[in-house]
């Protein structure tokens, strides 16, 4: 099972902090509350955070110093929660590298959108290092095994995702049949060679013809091939 997203609540008013701890947890949301500034700031460069909601008006270090000072060593999301309702406050905040703010008094539903929101993103951010296949719309992830068309995941089997993966890898070159066979079957397969067929069937089901693209082509007599 996925470690629930643990969020760090920086706020000195006590009422609001169990809140949205009681809150959030109910979402299914890991959390830890810290009332003073300068501990917030050692705690969140010290442990590990998937996103801070933290208050601007605190004890000892105020919210825009310790996004400022945060921002110098680490990239953790970070929502500011400010009284006051001054667009420089929010100007500030996002300079120094705030991904977002929200002012009191707020709804709890709209807190739990920019953190689900903020998440989502980041999840879909690839790693600077991480190779990526790109056909059109289509993202394709060769180390997650993840396709996403559009931003939406689309779930493939294990041999679904190889087929496509070779196909994507050799565009626009055409692939005959026996070299797929070979290629994600293997050398040793005694099957039906239409087992080709079939598979690009269910890819064009799950691809083409869900999100209306069209990469997928056959060349008569030949084979197979990915085109943008």
């Given amino acids: 099972m996925d ?11 006590k009422q609001i902090a169990r809140f949205l701890q009681i809150y959030l947890e109910k979402e299914g949301f890991q959390t830890a509350i810290e009332k003073n500034g300068k501990r917030a700031y050692e705690r969140i460069i010290q ?6 909601l933290l208050d601007v008006m605190l004890p000892d270090m105020d919210g825009l110093e310790i996004c400022r000072r945060v ?6 999301p970070i929502i500011m929660l400010t009284a006051r309702d001054d667009v ?7 300079n120094i590298g705030a991904n977002d703010y929200v002012t009191k008094p707020f709804a709890s539903e709209e807190v739990l959108a920019r953190i689900r929101g903020i998440l989502r993103r980041r999840n ?27 931003g939406e ?5 294990h041999k679904e995702f190889e087929l496509f993966q ?30 080709v067929d079939v ?28 085109r943008d």
């Fill in 71 to 76: 921002r110098e060593l680490s990239d953790v």
């Fill in 166 to 195: 070779y196909l994507v890898e050799n565009k626009p070159n055409v692939l005959t049949r026996d070299q797929i066979l070979q290629r994600v079957w293997g050398y040793d397969f005694y099957g039906n060679t239409n087992v």
């Fill in 47 to 52: 442990e590990k955070y998937d996103l801070v």
């Fill in 199 to 226: 598979y690009i069937s269910y890819l064009r089901t799950k691809i083409d013809d869900k999100y209306d693209e069209r990469h997928i082509h056959t060349v008569r007599g030949v084979g197979y091939v990915v």
């Fill in 88 to 94: 420089k406050d929010k100007v500030d905040g996002l």
């Fill in 124 to 150: 879909e951010e690839p790693r600077k290092d991480e190779k990526r296949l790109i056909v059109g719309n289509v993202l394709l992830y060769p180390d997650r095994y993840e396709v996403q068309v559009n």
């Fill in 153 to 157: 995941l689309v779930e493939l089997t």
């Fill in 3 to 13: 470690e629930k997203p643990k969020i760090f609540i920086v706020e000195d008013e």
